[in-house]
């Protein structure tokens, strides 16, 4: 089956993904890892990105869009695919619809206080990159990674106001989303809430062949 995922950021999209990739044994496709690959291995949009990037742009819904396409031609995608973090706007999704088909838009729900909840309390650590929080997941000793003993900091990202911003841009930008899947009647809202393990248990029930 082929997916995309939608929902806030903080809704637990990309673990999600990753976990629902494995169980359906399908590739977990997401637009950072696809530019980040294109301008490793040099390609000509990776070059064309990579000089977007690197002076401080946004890269075009034209570039993007062609990156998504070149990876979705790619063998490992017959058999289905989730698509993470594109399409992120209306005219996005409207091209995707010239060139691939898609079987549910996963929309996982979850209110902006308990995003703000979820990410303020997150804590990363500066040296392994290993992800905490202070209430679901806190490290054995406050302020030290288990992993790695490193300093354990609040990135600028999740910090309560940069969070409240992102919520808006997300609710104006990529929420018509939901309603345009809506329409084409392949939504399927999943209450984001839960714990992981219980959100990817509801995933796979409602598609389970």
């Known amino acids: 089956m082929n997916f995309i995922f ?60 062609d990156l998504v396409k070149d ?6 995608t017959k058999n ?48 392994c990159g290993q992800m905490y929080h202070i209430k679901f997941n806190p490290p054995k000793i406050e302020g030290k990674c288990d992993k790695c003993g490193g300093e354990l900091y609040t990135r600028d990202d999740d910090s309560a106001e940069s969070i409240k911003n992102r919520l808006v841009v997300y609710r104006q930008s990529t929420a018509p989303l939901i309603d345009f899947y809506k329409d084409k009647g392949n939504l399927v809202n999943i209450d984001a809430r839960p714990a992981p393990e219980k959100v990817l248990e509801d995933f796979k029930s409602k598609f389970a062949k």
């Open 80 to 127: 289905g695919y989730i698509l993470d973090g594109f399409p992120r706007t209306i005219p996005q999704a409207k091209a995707l619809d010239e060139f691939a088909s898609i079987d549910a838009a996963v929309n996982f729900d979850i209110a902006d206080e308990a995003v703000v909840e979820r990410l303020g309390g997150r804590l990363c650590c500066r040296d």
């Open 6 to 65: 939608l929902g806030p950021p903080g809704a637990g999209k990309g673990t999600l993904a990753k976990e629902a990739a494995k169980s359906f044994s399908i590739p977990h496709i997401s637009t950072g890892d696809i530019f980040r690959e294109n301008i490793k291995n040099g390609t000509e949009l990776g070059k064309k990105a990579k000089a977007i990037i690197d002076a401080g742009g946004l890269v075009s819904d034209e570039i993007t869009i």
């Open 71 to 76: 990876r979705l031609s790619k063998p490992d």
